[in-house]
């Protein structure tokens, strides 16, 4: 038991020093090649999403040999499944890559790369049908409890869609006018909130997290599904505190950078760890409840959207660090959720 322990452990230490060195080098090579253009400026999904389920996938697959998805230990469905996601990150790595180096022809390897992680999604859903249930099962690649999916799903919706009415409410926050355009698409002034709503549910809730599945089951699957249950030891709240304190900190130099919701100070590293911590408990529980990856990797994706457009098409906060959502208010909020869920049996061990 005690070697079992100490092998998961290192385990455990060689994926995080691997991850952080892939992705924080990799940005480090963009900076180099262009000067520090940002992913924002760029319009394409930060490749460093796709590097926790990248080194997790190829430890698995090729350097652990007690791996249970060992090189060609699974049928083949679900193995092209984890094949094609390895191959995607070496993908978008280039175009990435070209994308920085290539100004005059960005807004082709834009469509090149969101080609390429929409591709990955319908692979899944197109091999996933079709293969064997155990299979997905060892591979980590359940669906899981859909009817618990859902619920995830539309509290997340919920409690976002209330921090954006709260700012308001306590004045802390901007309404946004109408704009004409949502996502780019004009709108006639008559039909622009219904056009709003509309959009809302078919592209913020299920479009975009959807299209960019891809990129949320590279952070997931990493940190909820490889390096949590590599930390089970610790206990299911333990482990859950310490992925989302690695996930927090894996963060930073995004935050330092300015690319992120939080000032790109100290205060706001600060407070990026303790969301990161917070809302990592709550995958962690979708991760419990549903037992699924895919669940918490979808619901990533939602707040992500959904959060985006509430910022630019509802209320968009005066002041991101006093301020609900993701300001101190809305931590607090937070926390609140995060002592109520952790109620639940389930985060007992043994259960």
Same mark, same amino acid.
């Given at each position: 038991?005690?070697?079992?322990?100490?092998?998961?452990?290192?385990?455990?230490?060689?994926?995080?020093?691997?991850?952080?060195?892939?992705?924080? @080098?990799?940005?480090?090579?963009?900076?180099?090649?262009?000067?520090?253009?940002?992913?924002?400026?760029?319009?394409?999904?930060?490749? @460093?999403?796709?590097?926790?389920?990248?080194?997790?996938?190829?430890?698995?697959?090729?350097?652990? $040999?007690?791996?249970?998805? $060992?090189?060609?230990?699974?049928?083949?469905?679900? $193995?092209?499944?984890?094949?094609?996601?390895?191959?995607?990150?070496?993908?978008?790595?280039?175009?990435?890559?070209?994308?920085?180096? !290539?100004?005059?022809?960005?807004?082709?390897?834009?469509?090149?790369?969101?080609?390429? !992680?929409?591709?990955?999604?319908?692979?899944?859903?197109?091999?996933?049908?079709?293969?064997?249930?155990?299979?997905?099962?060892?591979?980590?690649?359940? !669906?899981?409890?859909?009817?618990?999916?859902?619920?995830?799903?539309?509290?997340?919706?919920?409690?976002?869609?209330?921090?954006?009415?709260?700012?308001?409410?306590?004045?802390?926050?901007?309404?946004?006018?109408?704009?004409?355009?949502?996502?780019?698409?004009?709108?006639?002034?008559?039909?622009?909130?219904?056009?709003?709503?509309?959009?809302?549910?078919?592209?913020?809730?299920?479009?975009?997290?959807?299209?960019?599945?891809?990129?949320?089951?590279?952070?997931?699957?990493?940190?909820?599904?490889?390096?949590?249950?590599?930390?089970?030891?610790?206990?299911?709240?333990?482990?859950?505190?310490?992925?989302?304190?690695?996930?927090?900190?894996?963060?930073?130099?995004?935050? !330092?950078?300015?690319?992120?919701?939080?000032?790109?100070?100290?205060?706001?590293?600060?407070?990026?760890?303790?969301?990161?911590?917070?809302?990592?408990?709550?995958?962690?529980?979708?991760?419990?409840?549903?037992?699924?990856?895919?669940?918490?990797?979808?619901?990533?994706?939602?707040?992500?959207?959904?959060?985006?457009?509430?910022?630019?098409?509802?209320?968009?906060?005066?002041?991101?660090?006093?301020?609900?959502?993701?300001?101190?208010?809305?931590?607090?909020?937070?926390?609140?959720?995060?002592?109520?869920?952790? $109620?639940?049996?389930?985060?007992?061990?043994?259960?």
């Amino acid at each position: 038991m005690g070697k079992t322990s100490n092998r998961r452990a290192w385990r455990a230490v060689l994926f995080v020093v691997l991850t952080f060195a892939l992705s924080w @080098g990799f940005d480090l090579l963009l900076t180099a090649v262009n000067g520090g253009v940002s992913f924002p400026e760029l319009s394409i999904t930060p490749w @460093g999403m796709l590097a926790p389920a990248f080194v997790a996938l190829a430890l698995q697959v090729f350097a652990f $040999r007690d791996s249970p998805i $060992r090189f060609r230990a699974l049928g083949p469905r679900v $193995r092209w499944i984890l094949y094609s996601y390895l191959l995607l990150t070496a993908v978008y790595g280039v175009v990435t890559l070209l994308a920085v180096a !290539l100004s005059a022809a960005r807004a082709a390897l834009q469509g090149v790369g969101a080609v390429a !992680l929409t591709a990955w999604t319908m692979l899944v859903l197109f091999l996933g049908g079709q293969s064997d249930p155990e299979a997905r099962q060892r591979a980590g690649l359940s !669906l899981g409890n859909v009817t618990y999916g859902q619920r995830f799903v539309l509290g997340v919706v919920a409690f976002i869609l209330s921090q954006a009415g709260l700012n308001l409410l306590f004045g802390l926050g901007e309404l946004q006018a109408r704009q004409g355009t949502v996502y780019g698409l004009p709108i006639p002034a008559p039909w622009y909130v219904p056009a709003l709503v509309v959009l809302f549910i078919g592209v913020s809730v299920i479009g975009v997290p959807l299209s960019g599945l891809a990129a949320v089951f590279g952070e997931e699957y990493g940190w909820r599904g490889y390096l949590q249950g590599s930390l089970t030891g610790l206990g299911k709240a333990r482990s859950a505190l310490v992925v989302g304190l690695v996930w927090g900190a894996w963060h930073v130099p995004v935050i !330092l950078r300015g690319a992120h919701t939080y000032p790109p100070t100290w205060l706001g590293v600060l407070l990026g760890i303790v969301f990161f911590m917070l809302w990592g408990l709550i995958q962690s529980y979708a991760v419990l409840k549903t037992r699924s990856i895919w669940v918490p990797a979808f619901v990533h994706g939602v707040v992500n959207s959904v959060y985006a457009f509430s910022m630019s098409y509802i209320v968009r906060p005066r002041h991101n660090v006093l301020s609900f959502g993701l300001g101190v208010y809305g931590l607090a909020c937070l926390g609140i959720v995060v002592g109520a869920i952790l $109620r639940d049996p389930i985060w007992r061990d043994g259960s």
